[in-house]
């Protein structure tokens, strides 16, 4: 019993445990229950009865749910305590705020709930916290019954349900294992052996449903083999029986054909709680394979063993026959002998049964249905009901007669005569399975072979003499290997080939003439063709006798005996170095061209960023002089640098189809390396760089085109600017080397790997990129400058010792002997006269912002500009009067610009005006076009503006 309550503690609180303590101290008056002393006696009662009980209980006051809860709660509430004691509930248990929400409202309703094993997620230790509870909640009353709180007990079950889940885990876990185990399992209960359980293993095994079932009734054929009889052994006397190679002959219906099988099994009793017999736990293994595999290959080797000294044919037979008959446990075996003229059988033996010769003697073929056909073509025939199929059907009833339910027969064939059959009959309806399909077989391949091996070896070898002299005659080359791999026979070709001598490539020697590179993968290929017999094929590098190595395809295919066993490996190299080399050298073409490709959508995209932000500058601030001739600049920029884009890849494409006249007239190449420079010397100053020139002394000249031979030299000079960092050194050298004038371009910068090096002349081919270079071309200058110095009759060649060494380009050009003619110095784009005449130009085009840009251009020259976007718009407008000058876009919707200039220049208003195209199409064949549909001048977009004002002068007669 408790002592007298404590001064401090009130005496409805006395024996409560630590709870009382802190019930007592705690500050109640800041909450809706006021102080302690001033508390109901229901509170009090409910309190007291509260903390005595040893069961973890928790009330909550009022609408707030204000906690107050006995020692056993406050394990419950693990680091939570004491801070949850005068809480609020679904503040204190914030993370279960809805659940607590509706225990309070259906509490104070008056209501009850109960909860078993719920799952809640709590924080109760400062971590989430996956728990299960037995929750019941029951209104608190006051003095006139009405619902003031709830009172809970909490109940905690989380270690029972875990430890629930584990064996439901563990069940499932069993029952997935019954269930996948690979070898067979049942359950059977009492002691009438009722099946409580099968996995599929088992019901494989007796093919057929037994759930539910007594063994008798669903397995009556096991009743019938005494295995009924040991089920009831093993549950009577408690105890286990086990046997191996255990013969089951099951037949899962009527009318499917027995089966034999061969099991492994144990019977296991199980005991129930009292420890009596309750039922028997069957487990076995099926090794029905293991159990044929092994007496059919003693039958085979017994075969082999007889075979031996049998020469005659009937005895060979004969003792096929009886093993196979022992080792199917199939008595009616037999065989015959056919002659192929008289289409008769004669039996050597009968397949009735044993010393029964009802069909001994001569019958004829077409008394057994039409399977004779498929014999002789030597088709292996296995029947397994000769009622139904369609092949035996016409004979069922002879051959039923003759105890032959179902059947295998193995034809004997020589040179492709059928000349013996073995039999293998059943007077049962029988499913002759795989494995019974190949012993038999095995068999008779095994017998033909023994009455044949000297007449098969003889003409094998004069197969390989006639087949030597041929593959002497043949262009490959010719090996022939032991089934081993031992290589002991090349054709001519072979030592012609390789400049071995004879006998030093035999036996594995041959691995030697192989690359190195190649040797393991050829070793691999070939062993693994010699275990498993499949065709070996395969692409290496073989030795020639320059030396040097070249590709060649080896096939090889084994030459097999009639018995099927390898006896040899014939195989053939077919030299395809030029082939090879020609798909490598097209693949890499390709990918050059693909590379290509990719940067000219990128080369042609970066003008196009500049361009449209300087349109929208022009939008902006139209009337901003500053604002203007920074955006004119930057389209004019951006234009020129995509206008070189477009040359370069019109160059190379007209040098590549040899489409370029060189005009061949003396040029200084002194000239020529000045103006070069010249042209690069702008990025040569941006970049830092240091140029330093070597010229030989006196004229040096060579017989070419100017134009060309400058565009070769400022594409080397400006190829060396471009790929070296700021600051770095260029040198052009110009020497006379045996009358040809060579110029070597020189640079410290980048380099190229050797990788790239044989290719840097290629269509295609590009150095790596770095960002200063962004707008740094597409990679066609070395192919442009390759195509130009050999249309020259000269060479291109380059060096570099690596990434980051630099690199010298060197052109090759035939000396010109003799001096100089005076140079005729002509102004191009010279200043085109101020005075021009005004004309009625009409600009065609169906891309509106560029005709009317180009429409503008030329109101400011002072012309007169009438502007139309396709044929119909034109026609109608000339029909208002005369034009001087008509500009047309080719490719115009509906009626091309060829069309629209034929049908202008035939009216009144259009037969004496100037036509200029001014298009996108710039090849040969287009500019062809161009003139016999009437255009005067042809230009490419963009178009070249002086060009376009010169021409415009030329029609005004200036």
Known sequence: MSGPPSPSVPAFLAGGGELSRLIATHDWAATELGPLQSWPAHIKTATALMLRSQVPLVMLWGESGRMIYNDAYAHVAGGRHPGLLGSEVRRGWEEVADFNDHVMKVGLAGGNLSYKDQELVLFRNGVAEQVWMDLDYSPLVDDTGQPVGVMAVVIETTDKVRARHVVQGERER???????????????????????????????????????????????????????????????????????????????SPDVPAVERFVDFLFQPIRGETGAVSGIFVQGVDVTHRVTAERRTRALNELSERFRALEDWQAVQYAASEILGRALGVSRVGYGTIDPDAETLHVERDWTAAGVDTLAGVTHLRDYGSFIDSLKQGEFISIADVRTDPRTAPAAAALEGRSARSFVNVPVLEQGRLVAVLFVNHAELREWTAEEHAFIRDVAERTRIATQRSRAEKALRDSEARFRTIADAMPQMVWSTLPDGYHDYYNQQWYDFTGAAPGTTDGESWNGMFHPDDQPHAWEVWRHSLATGATYEIEYRLRHRSGQYRWVLGRALPVRSEAGEIVRWMGTCTDIHEQKTAREELLANNRRKDEFLAMLAHELRNPLAPISMAAHLLKSAPSDAAYVERSAGIISRQVLHMTEL????????????????LERVPVDLKAVLGNAIEQVRP?????????????????????????????????????AAKYTPPGGALSMTLVVVDRNVEVRVADNGSGIDANLLPHVFDLFTQGERTPDRAQGGLGLGLALVRSLVELHGGRVSAQSEGRGKGSVFTVTLPELAGDLPDAQSATPGAALADDSQALRVMVVDDNQDAAETLGVLLETLGHDVRVAHDATQALKAVEGGARDVFILDIGLPGVDGYELARRLRAHPHGSAATYIALTGYGGAQDKQRGDEAGFDHYLVKPADLGELERLLQLAGGG
């Open 646 to 661: 477009v040359d370069d890849l019109l160059d190379v494409s007209r040098v590549t189809r040899g489409l370029v006249e």
């Open 683 to 719: 990025m040569i100053e941006a970049r830092g760089h240091e140029l330093t020139t070597r010229m030989a002394a006196g004229d040096v000249a060579v017989l070419g085109d100017r134009t060309r031979l400058v565009q070769v030299m400022s594409n080397l000079l400006n190829n």
């Open 174 to 252: 069993l029952a997935r294992l019954f269930e996948q185990a690979p070898s067979f399992m049942a359950l059977l209960d009492g002691p009438q052996h009722r099946f409580v359980l099968a996995n599929p293993r088992y019901v494989q095994l007796v093919g057929r449903d037994v759930a539910g079932a007594t063994v008798a009734d669903a397995l009556p054929d096991a009743a019938a083999q005494g295995y009924v009889e040991l089920l009831d052994r093993v549950y009577q006397s408690g105890q286990p029986y086990s046997a191996f190679d255990a013969r089951y002959r099951i037949q899962p």
